[in-house]
């Protein structure tokens, strides 16, 4: 596996569970439910 490769999927992968984290904090700031 090219190193290349390997980091854009953790670069992929830190996006996407910062993404999750910042809207599971903002959830639980708001109890109002969007969905």
Do not use: C, D
């Not at 290349?4 to 439910?33: C, D, H, M, Q, Y």
């Amino acid at each position: 596996m090219a190193p290349n490769k390997k980091i854009k999927s953790l670069t992929s992968f830190v996006g996407t569970l910062t993404r999750w984290l910042a809207l599971r904090e903002s959830i639980a700031s708001k109890p109002a439910p969007h969905m």
